[in-house]
C-alpha cells in the first residue's frame, strides 16, 4: 500500500526522534575556532574525509590564521601543507581565491549569507548551509553523499528511486518537513548515522535502530 505524506510525515518525525537519542550531542567533525576555519576546512573536506582534513588543518591556520595571511600565501607552501588531501592543486586555487575576496570584498570577514557566501569561489550550498549552521547558528540543512544516502533509504523524499537526485531539491523537501532550529543537527545525525549504519556498500540494517520502519532494512 502507497504511504501518504501525511503517513510519511509521521513517520519521519518517529525516526528522527529515534535518531535523537541515538545521537543526542551532534557536532560538526570538522576542527575549527572561527569561521574562517570552518570554511577552508570545509572547502577542503570535498572528496576526502574530515579525519583528514583535521590532520592538516591545524599547521595551515598556524602559518595563515586569516583570509590576508592566506590571501599572501604562496601557492606551492599551501600545496606543501595539504598535499595529504589530494586534489593539492585545485584545492590551493580555491582557497587562494576565497582568501583573495574575502580580503577584498569583506574585509577578511565571513559572510552571514547564502548568497554572499556561495558567490565567494569554491564555495558552493553544502558548504555555505556548513558554515551557516555551524558558526553562525543560522538554520542551514548540508546536503553531503551521507544525507543523501540516508533519506533516499528511509523514502524521507519523493525523488528517492532517482539514482542522483538533486541537492538542492532534496534540501528543500527535507526542510520543509522539520522546524528551522532542527535542520542544523538533522543534517549532522543523519551525516553520523550513515557513517555508523547506513554503509554506502552494505548498511548494517540488523543493528540499526530504524529497521522496524524503514521500507529499506532488509
Known amino acids: 500500500m502507497r504511504e501518504s505524506k501525511q503517513a510519511r510525515l509521521e513517520?519521519?518525525?518517529?525516526?528522527?526522534?529515534?535518531?535523537?537519542?541515538?545521537f543526542p550531542a551532534p557536532k560538526c567533525a570538522?576542527?575549527?575556532?572561527?569561521?574562517?576555519?570552518l570554511l577552508v576546512a570545509t572547502v577542503l573536506s570535498a572528496q576526502t574525509t574530515d579525519k583528514r582534513v583535521n590532520s592538516v588543518t591545524p599547521a595551515l591556520f598556524a602559518s595563515y590564521p586569516n583570509a590576508a595571511a592566506l590571501a599572501n600565501a604562496r601557492?606551492?607552501?599551501?600545496?606543501?601543507?595539504?598535499?595529504?588531501l589530494g586534489f593539492f592543486r585545485s584545492k590551493t586555487q580555491h582557497l587562494l581565491g576565497l582568501a583573495n575576496a574575502l580580503d577584498r570584498d569583506f574585509g577578511g570577514v565571513v559572510p552571514r549569507t547564502m548568497d554572499e557566501l556561495t558567490g565567494l569561489p569554491g564555495v558552493g550550498r553544502k558548504t555555505a548551509n556548513v558554515v551557516l549552521g555551524n558558526a553562525f547558528h543560522i538554520p542551514g540543512f548540508p546536503v553531503d553523499t551521507h544525507v543523501m544516502r540516508v533519506t533516499g533509504r528511509l523514502r524521507?523524499?519523493?525523488?528517492?528511486?532517482?539514482a542522483k537526485s538533486d541537492p538542492v531539491k532534496v534540501e528543500r523537501e527535507i526542510c520543509?518537513?522539520?522546524?528551522?532550529?532542527?535542520?542544523?543537527?538533522?543534517?549532522?545525525?543523519?551525516?553520523?548515522?550513515?557513517?555508523?549504519?547506513?554503509?554506502?556498500?552494505?548498511?548494517d540494517c540488523a543493528n540499526c535502530p530504524l529497521n522496524e520502519t524503514?521500507?529499506?532494512a532488509g
Open 75 to 84: 601557492a606551492e607552501d599551501v600545496e606543501d601543507i595539504i598535499r595529504p
Open 214 to 216: 524503514c521500507p529499506s
Open 30 to 37: 570538522l576542527h575549527f575556532t572561527n569561521p574562517f576555519e
Open 176 to 203: 520543509a518537513c522539520f522546524p528551522p532550529e532542527e535542520w542544523t543537527d538533522l543534517s549532522h545525525r543523519l551525516i553520523l548515522h550513515g557513517r555508523a549504519v547506513c554503509h554506502a556498500r552494505t548498511p
Open 156 to 162: 524521507w523524499r519523493s525523488d528517492w528511486r532517482i
Open 11 to 22: 513517520r519521519m518525525h518517529a525516526e528522527y526522534a529515534i535518531l535523537c537519542r541515538e
